[in-house]
DNA sequence: CGTTCAACCTGGGCGC
DNA sequence: TGCGCCCAGGTTGAAC
């Protein structure tokens, strides 16, 4: 996502619009007329990722009004687009760029739980600082998670999707990589020793890494998209998520679907096998 | 500390 | 065809 819209930078906003404002929720901060505002006029100097969130870095027309930062959080199925929208309804946000080859940058979300708000450089360290998103996924090495996780008790799927912990990972992903590591999803993370870590770590860099390569996974014909619009290929790639019933691609064991905290977990039992406790200390 | 549940929303798919 | 469920790439806060 940002890669597709990392060529605003440089442009200006020109003309602010919320097409569909006016009938449902989505946070927006602050409200619509007072962002418009705010954002007239401005020059946008960087996009960056933290974790699964975009900051759009501006600088505002004003001779003395300090840095802002537009941070967009798309959740389940906000997209920003650089081409018009399949549909006009659920969009939210228009950002006339200007003379650019792409000039409209465009949030669209069906399910309106994404939000989007103006931060100062405070309120940016609040949202997508070190105390709110851990190191990213995409570089996180085996002495990060086991610093992060190596005491915790929670299932190792639940914690990988704690962005405090490690940044990034969503439940598609979190599948993927548990899958690629042979690590059940269910283990306790205090149970992992050095070497299981090393092989999260680099399964998690190396998925995420492909699945940026492959921009993303676009499962069945509706929601994820590129900035113009594209799928994503990724989906072709997994071994795990959305699979419960077909046979693994390594062992022809059936993928089995659980669930952890209220979110799907796709697994191989063979491929990833439970592990024993520690064996009982025995004394005599 | 960790888990569970509800809430925020729309829409597709399925069984009856 | 229509209705009532269940499900979905996420996050947060309350209750236990």
Known sequence: MRRGIGRIVGGRIHAVRFPRSTRRPLSIVPRPA?????????????????????????EPAGPERAPRWLVIEPRM??????????TADHLRMELDVGDRPCHRLRFWDQRGLG???????????????AAKLGVDGLVVTAAELGRVLGGSRRAIKVA???QRAVAGIGNIYAAEILHRAGIDP?????????????RVAAA??????????????SIGDELYRTADDRKGSYQRLHRVYGLAGTPCRRCR??????????RSTFFCPVCQPRRRRAPPRRSR
């Open 115 to 129: 939000t989007i708000r103006l931060v100062d450089a405070a309120g940016l360290e609040r949202a997508c600082g």
């Open 160 to 162: 990988l999707l704690d």
């Open 186 to 198: 269910r283990t306790p993370c205090r149970r992992l020793v050095a070497d299981d870590w090393e």
């Open 34 to 58: 007072l962002l418009a505002e705010r954002l007239r006029g401005a020059r946008i100097d960087a996009v960056e990722r933290h974790g699964k969130r975009i900051a759009i870095g501006l």
């Open 204 to 217: 998690a860099r190396g998925i995420l890494a492909a699945a940026v390569d492959h921009e993303g996974s």
């Open 77 to 86: 199925t906000g997209l920003l687009l650089l081409v018009p929208p399949p």
């Open 253 to 262: 064991t059936p993928i089995e679907r659980i669930v952890q905290a209220q």
